[in-house]
Every structure is written in C-alpha cells, then in structure tokens.
T-cell receptor, first 114, second 110 residues
Framework: NAGVTQTPKFQVLKTGQSMTLQCAQD?????MYWYRQDPGMGLRLIYYSASEGTTDKGEVPNGYNVSRLNKREFSLRLESAAPSQTSVYFCASSAGTSGGGTQYFGPGTRLLVL | SQKIEQNSEALNIQEGKTATLTCNYTNYSPAYLQWYRQDPGRGPVFLLL?????KEKRKERLKVTFDTTLKQSLFHITASQPADSATYLCALDIYYKLSFGAGTTVTVRA
C-alpha cells in the first residue's frame, strides 16, 4: 500500500507558467483534498472532493482548478503561476464524507514560483 | 470564520517530562477535534481524534482533552522522548473538512 502519492516532489516555475500537481490514493477513499502550507499559517484548504464527480472550493481557491479524474486521482492545476503561490502543497484523502474522518496525507510538493 | 490558536512559541522540554500543548478556537464547536504530527519535510500523520461528548482520550503516552465550554483542547505527551520532537497540529473537524491550527513545535532534549 503506497497510501497517498504526489508528483512532482519539487518544482520551480516562472511567473505565468502553468502546471498540474498530481495526487493518487490506493485506499479506496471517497474524499480527497488539496491544501497549501505556508510558514506560520498552518494548512489551508484549497479544494476538496467529497466523492467521485464532485468538487468544492475550500478556504483559498483563487488561482487554482481541480479535477477528480476518478476515485483514485485528484489533480490541482495552476493556470498562471504567481509568486504568492510559492508554498508546499499537500494532498490528502479520507474514507467517509461525513464528520470524523481521519485524513491521510501525501509527502507534499514544494513549489517555487519566481 | 473559525479561528484556531495553538501555543505561539516552540516548546523545549527535557526527556522524561510531560509536554502540554494547547489548542483554542473561536466560534462554533466542532463535533470532532483531531491532532496530527508533522515531521520536517513530510506530510501530517494522524494521532488522535476526540468527539465533543468525550472529555478525554488516551493512546499510549498521548492524552487529549476537549472542553467545549472553554473551547479548548489540551494535548499531553507524557514521559517524552527525543523521538517525540516534531510539530503537532490540531484540527477542527467540521463535516468532512478540517481547519488546522498553525502548529506547535516540540523539541525534547536528551
């Protein structure tokens, strides 16, 4: 069991470039999430998907788009990267769609936008 | 919006002592509160979940309390070890979304 995997591990972009962060889970979980983590600010939810075929905005969705490709995969796209999007991005998954769900996190993608 | 505050300063303790971390929140109380551990360069790992009707939860050397009147959770690491050195995050579980605090970094000295 790999759990939650993310690619790439590290990426450098120039302002205005686009990229897609990939996430996959092999635990047959229903819900998947994208967070960003900045120093001193904790994890902030960007988008989430409660089930295959649905996506919803989180706390900081501006500048991002997501796709729940199937039950296993949930991708995050930056259409036109900005320096403010320099951060560490974590994908997570959980089994249920109601409260009390333990989340399992991937190893993160470190993104630097110049 | 929900505001979550954890110990603002890092915690440095001697091996064998008890570390106590606080998590305070504003506005409405969640049905569940979770604690995670995060090591440098890695994703958070789940430790404990406590429900609003539970006062205390234990797992090995870890203990969590939840006081919905005070809007506070305390996280205790007893008989601390250098391997407990990490950042600890509290998270309020509201439906299936988590709101995280900024975390408290604990360093245990041998």
């Amino acid at each position: 069991n790999a759990g939650v995997t993310q690619t790439p591990k590290f990426q450098v972009l120039k302002t205005g470039q686009s990229m897609t962060l990939q996430c996959a889970q092999d635990m047959n979980h229903n819900s998947m999430y994208w967070y960003r983590q900045d120093p001193g600010m904790g994890l902030r939810l960007i988008y989430y998907s409660a089930s295959e075929g649905t996506t919803d905005k989180g706390e900081v969705p501006n500048g991002y788009n997501v796709s729940r490709l199937n039950k296993r995969e949930f991708s995050l796209r930056l259409e036109s990267a900005a320096p403010s999007q320099t951060s560490v991005y974590f994908c997570a998954s959980s089994a249920g769609t109601s409260g009390g769900g333990t989340q399992y996190f991937g190893p993160g993608t470190r993104l630097l936008v110049l | 919006s929900q505001k979550i505050e954890q110990n603002s300063e890092a915690l440095n303790i001697q091996e064998g002592k008890t570390a106590t971390l606080t998590c305070n929140y504003t506005n409405y109380s969640p049905a569940y509160l979770q604690w995670y551990r995060q090591d440098p360069g890695r994703g958070p790992v789940f430790l404990l979940l406590i429900r609003e009707n539970e006062k205390e939860k234990r797992k090995e050397r870890l203990k969590v309390t939840f006081d919905t009147t005070l809007k506070q959770s305390l996280f205790h690491i007893t008989a601390s070890q250098p391997a407990d050195s990490a950042t600890y995050l509290c998270a309020l579980d509201i439906y299936y979304k988590l709101s995280f605090g900024a975390g408290t970094t604990v360093t245990v000295r041998a």
